[in-house]
């Protein structure tokens, strides 16, 4: 099965600047999708961004970007201009494309945005 | 976006009764919904993946006989916890996945066995 690493229990970020989470992850596929989910204190999991593995560019969505080394195995998110609702655990995620519909998360990363 | 509706919030019941949790996709329809626990300040665990007629598929260790699950429907997919137990108590939330190729996840249930 395949694995994903988040070696970041906890990160704290001051209000306004930037942070990065990491998270590594092993397959022997070569086609897949990466996922970053956001889980605030209410406890909904939320969906902040996707990378699907073929494409080379790195996904952007707002404030929110990844950077994303394919021959590294490594999809690190990058959050600017860090706003207090920033602050949430974070789960990185890996799906297959071809083999069925499973997503595999990592331990999560809890973000702590300091005003 | 895709909506997944999850309910109830939360549920408190004696041990020994049987809990039945729901999940909905609101807007579209979704082949495949998952099952999670949820233990504190810990990641999703999967319990089951369900395919729309089919019987669940159901991770190693987890009791097929104690969490029920059944898609009837491409909308609709429950989970029962029979003979509840304070063990039992956790957070189960649903995810469910149609033609997008992420997952959209339910509110979560918070269940409390007493």
């Known amino acids: 099965a395949q694995t994903v690493t988040q070696s970041q229990p906890e990160m704290s970020v001051q209000e306004a600047e930037t942070v990065t989470l990491s998270c590594t992850y092993d397959t022997s596929e070569s086609d897949y999708y990466l996922f970053w989910y956001k889980q605030p204190p209410s406890r909904q999991m939320i969906l902040v961004i996707r990378q699907e593995a073929y494409k080379q560019q790195n996904a952007t969505e707002n404030r929110f970007s990844v950077n994303f080394q394919k021959a590294a195995k490594s999809f690190s998110l990058k959050i600017s201009d860090s706003q207090l609702g920033d602050a949430a655990m974070y789960f990185c995620a890996y799906r297959s494309h071809n083999t069925g519909n499973q997503f595999y998360f990592g331990t999560g990363t809890s973000l702590t945005v300091i005003p | 976006g895709a909506v997944v509706s999850q309910h109830p919030s939360w549920v408190i019941c004696k041990s020994g009764t049987s809990v039945k949790i729901e999940c909905r996709s609101l807007?579209?329809?979704?082949?495949?919904m998952f099952w999670y626990r949820q233990f504190p300040k810990q990641s999703l665990m999967l319990m089951a993946t369900?395919?729309?007629?089919?019987?669940?598929?159901?991770e190693q260790g987890v009791e097929k006989d104690k969490f029920l699950i059944n898609h009837a429907s491409l909308t609709l997919s429950t989970l029962t916890v029979t003979s509840a137990h304070p063990e039992d108590s956790s957070f189960y939330i649903c995810s469910a996945r149609g033609q997008y190729k992420e997952a959209f996840f339910g509110q979560g249930t918070r269940l409390t066995v007493v």
């Open positions: 807007d579209f329809q979704a082949t495949t």
């Open positions: 369900s395919n729309e007629g089919s019987k669940a598929t159901y």
